[in-house]
């Protein structure tokens, strides 16, 4: 993290190790080192299993893994809540298109922990669409929530 942000959750993770939950960050330590650091802008949702005591959130670019955290099972179901809220929190708009029988694409625009804004796209089951078709979609979709939040177009 850049700057200290307040602490929005902090608790334990079922190996023993701390998570602590900011605006903007998540952050993994075994005592006082680091072991694993994220923005909420890394992905698109997440999903909570309280009888595993499971979180797992899908990432939106190939360079990020996608985040699994293990809780303890009796963890307090509202780390689910939680965790859910910090990535929604970072689209500011979105806009979805079906590209198939059941394909789509889905435009965000997000705001980094610095503030400033940008697009990304995600998309489902897309290997069959027509790639100018798809292209050309995405274009749309990314220029119609540009212009929703005031971000130049072109």
Same mark, same amino acid.
């Given at each position: ?11 334990? @993770?079922?190996?023993? !190790?701390?998570? &602590? ?6 952050? &993994? ?9 994220? #923005? ?5 949702? =997440?999903?909570?299993? =309280?009888?595993? +005591? ?5 990432? %939106?670019?190939?360079?990020? !893994? ?12 509202? %780390? ?6 910090? &990535?929604?929190?970072? &689209? *500011?708009? /979105?806009?979805?298109?079906? $590209? ?14 610095? =503030? ?6 995600? +998309?489902?089951? %897309?290997?069959? *669409?027509?790639?100018?078709? @798809? /292209?050309?979609? $995405? ?8 212009? #929703? ?6």
């Amino acid at each position: 993290m850049s700057k200290p942000e307040r602490t929005l959750w902090q608790g334990s @993770l079922e190996n023993g !190790d701390t998570l &602590i939950v900011t605006q903007n960050f998540g952050r &993994i330590m075994s005592g006082s080192s680091t072991v694993h650091e994220w #923005a909420w802008v890394n992905y698109a949702s =997440g999903s909570w299993n =309280g009888e595993e +005591g499971t979180f797992i959130a899908a990432a %939106i670019t190939d360079d990020v !893994d996608d985040l699994r955290l293990q809780f303890n099972r009796e963890s307090d179901l509202s %780390i689910g809540l939680v965790l859910s809220d910090r &990535i929604e929190s970072s &689209i *500011v708009h /979105q806009e979805t298109a079906l $590209v198939g029988d059941a394909s789509w694409v889905r435009v965000f625009v997000r705001r980094n922990p610095d =503030g400033t804004m940008f697009t990304q796209s995600l +998309g489902f089951d %897309i290997d069959n *669409v027509d790639p100018a078709y @798809l /292209q050309a979609v $995405v274009l749309e979709l990314e220029a119609t929530v540009r212009e #929703a939040v005031g971000l130049p177009t072109a």
